[in-house]
């Protein structure tokens, strides 16, 4: 198992256990559509192009996460990847939400929601009261960037 996530800090030992817990049933993709054990990996769901976090992870094949082909029992089963879009992926086999909670379920765990959308912080924005980002005023000139005269408060990472 590799832990090499560039997003998050590293795995806790329950976290760890958890994995081991969805390696064992394997994919969930494979498993909702009637098929035998199908060897998975760990895909991180994300908000706001971010990982959520590590309890936020359900098993999928290689072909299924990533489109890499692999030899199944009942042929050319692949179905849609996530390589192929998320868009096309989740239209498929439905929500992240909805693969969570039936990851939840498969390995005997209490379901979990995802948390609100996750937006990066960047320093030269504000969010608006009405939770909008606009830019702030450039040192260089005296017009505010911001396109309506709305009152700004300073970005808490939070909308």
Request: charged share 25%; aromatic share 6%.
């Amino acid at each position: 198992m590799s832990f090499g996530s560039r997003s998050l800090p590293p795995p806790t030992a329950e976290e760890i256990k958890r994995w081991a817990l969805i390696c064992e049933k394997g994919c969930i993709v494979a498993h909702k559509h009637g098929h035998s054990f199908v060897p998975c990996e760990i895909h991180h769901l994300k908000s706001g192009n971010l990982r959520i976090g590590h309890l936020y992870t359900i098993g999928l094949s290689a072909y299924i996460h990533r489109g890499e082909y692999m030899n199944l029992e009942r042929g050319n089963a692949y179905g849609v990847s996530l390589a192929d879009g998320s868009r096309r992926f989740h239209a498929v086999y439905g929500s992240d939400q909805e693969l969570l909670d039936y990851q939840q379920d498969l390995i005997g765990e209490p379901r979990i929601t995802i948390p609100a959308r996750r937006i990066k912080q960047h320093h030269s924005n504000q969010v608006t009261e009405r939770g909008a980002v606009r830019a702030t005023k450039r040192k260089s000139s005296n017009k505010s960037r911001c396109t309506r005269s709305e009152k700004t408060v300073p970005h808490s990472g939070k909308l």
